[in-house]
């Protein structure tokens, strides 16, 4: 199985399946060239994976590329952020 099978056929700009919910979760999101997900803000911390593209992760003081497949960035809990996809761009978040 892999995982960009899961959600690849989607049309829309940004799409999330998620793939495991137990006492945490791992959602899969697809971001499109150009898509943005709007700030927001985790009720837990996180980890933000890259799995397939290029994608920017912003918080208020701290800007990550993630542009190489496996980069990844820590998520805190109640901090304000947005994710941009650079190019069309899986993500795999962990929380």
Do not use: C, W
């Not at 793939?19 to 009720?43: F, N, P, R, W, Y």
């Not at 837990?44 to 980069?71: F, M």
Request: proline share 1%.
């Amino acid at each position: 199985m892999n995982l960009q099978d899961i959600i690849k056929n989607s049309e829309k700009n940004i799409a999330t399946k998620n793939i495991l919910q137990d006492k945490g979760s791992a959602t899969l999101i697809q971001l499109k060239k150009g898509a943005v997900l709007k700030e927001h803000q985790s009720t837990t911390k996180a980890i933000l994976v890259l799995i397939a593209g290029k994608a920017i992760y912003e918080e208020k003081e701290r800007k990550e590329h993630l542009s190489v497949v496996s980069d990844f960035v820590h998520i805190p809990e109640h901090v304000t952020h947005k994710v941009t996809g650079i190019e069309d761009t899986l993500l795999l978040l962990i929380q």
